[in-house]
């Protein structure tokens, strides 16, 4: 099956996949075979069927929140359909590339397969349709429109298409990601990027809420990466970013303010400069333990001239360090009340000691944010969460 599978991908493309996955999965008593795939604000699982049938005949998208489907994605575990367990039927399946959550895969086994060996070949089959799915999706339109819900703006496309996975997991360290309004960002990013026994992370805010806001955002990601591909540490990468700014647009015409920060996977010693931005926070042992003050150098492009100063702290195993942007925290009800940080880090907490992977914790916190602001951000949301595990098997694997 497997075989089989990854022969047939090299030459197909994103509207192929299903037909092939059916065919190849029939190989080993799998059949009934169905790609749902996560919207970008992952509300709901959408069909991936590459038939062109009307949508009358095509099966109907599914919520994430209320369904088995949703709770296998959620969760990220295989789980039986209604009636199925012990006696073939229908399962749903997480789509995973690492630890990125793509979606589910609805499938059924024969009642005459071996149980066991039917969950393990369903996993190894969902495991192959996520690599190839993510191999194909940057060449794909179709792939795009079907896991949005409504049109994009220019600069939501324009990040998107920047921004690294939303999440990843290894033995050392978990990072996650959530950023909204997905379909209307402005001026908010993020990064991260892995470096031997370091990880370097970065959260942006550009000012503006519009395609010059996105641009420069974009530009700042892209010197942040030049300057640490050259070797570059900390205050050298925030001063570059900064040239790179004022240049383009001009001394004070564009800014944006950001954390940069580094985190020794051996160690545990984190290290960061801020740039004018909101200073991290240090969850340990369930509680909040304390914010990252380091004295803040002026926002990249204003050209100041104030001193870059680099601070460390040395986290323990386990430690969460939160980045995040204004609007996580600013978004206000009608009654004009923000939402808050305090409440933005107790929401992390409660969902952390409830044993949700980290991914699905972000998830729900957007939710919330959103809820309290009545479904619309008139700011970018950004939060970046890292945790170093010191050494212990990542907490998001199956």
Request: charged share 25%; net charge negative; aromatic share 6%.
């Amino acid at each position: 099956m497997l075989a089989g599978l990854v022969e047939a991908s090299h030459l197909s493309t994103v509207e192929r996949l299903p037909s092939l996955v059916e065919e190849h999965a029939a190989h080993v008593g799998l059949y009934d075979v169905l790609i749902y795939l996560a919207d970008l604000q992952q509300d709901v699982l959408r069909p991936l069927t590459g038939r062109g049938e009307s949508a009358e005949r095509e099966p109907a998208e599914l919520r994430i929140d209320g369904t088995l489907a949703g709770r296998a994605f959620q969760e990220m575990r295989v789980l039986p359909g209604a009636g199925a367990a012990g006696e073939g039927g229908r399962w749903w399946v997480p789509l995973l590339d690492g630890t990125e959550r793509l979606g589910v895969l609805r499938v059924s086994a024969r009642p005459d397969t071996d149980g066991d060996r039917s969950q393990e070949d369903m996993r190894h089959l969902a495991s192959v349709v996520a690599l190839m799915l993510v191999s194909k999706r940057s060449q794909s339109d179709s792939y795009a429109r079907l896991v949005r819900t409504r049109p994009m703006n220019v600069a939501a496309e324009m990040q998107w298409n920047l921004l690294p996975p939303l999440t990843f997991a290894s033995e050392k360290v978990i990072i996650g990601a959530a950023l909204e309004p997905a379909y209307e960002l402005g001026g908010d990013a993020f990064d991260y990027g892995l470096d031997g026994e370091a990880v370097h992370l970065a959260v942006f805010d550009a000012m503006g809420h519009d395609a010059s806001a996105g641009l420069t955002a974009n530009l700042a990601v892209a010197a942040c990466r030049n300057q640490r591909r050259q070797g570059a540490g900390l205050v050298r990468v925030s001063e570059g970013i900064e040239e790179v700014l004022i240049k383009e647009f001009g001394q004070g015409n564009r800014f944006a303010t950001a954390i940069l920060a580094d985190l020794n996977m051996r160690t545990g010693v984190f290290a960061w400069v801020n740039r004018g931005h909101h200073p991290p926070v240090v969850i340990r042992g369930g509680r909040w333990v304390t914010t990252l003050r380091c004295p803040p150098a002026h926002p990249l492009g204003l050209g100041l001239g104030l001193p870059v100063t680099l601070c460390r702290e040395q986290l323990e195993p386990g430690d969460r360090v939160l980045l995040y942007t204004d609007g996580m925290v600013e978004a206000r009800d009608r009654a004009g009340r923000e939402f808050g940080l305090a409440r933005f880090v107790d929401f992390i907490i409660r969902h952390n000691a409830d044993g949700l992977p980290v991914p699905e914790t972000l998830r729900r916190l957007v939710r919330s944010v959103l809820k309290h602001h009545d479904g619309r951000l008139q700011d970018d949301a950004t939060v970046l969460l890292v945790e170093w595990c010191g050494g212990a098997e990542g907490k998001l694997s199956l």
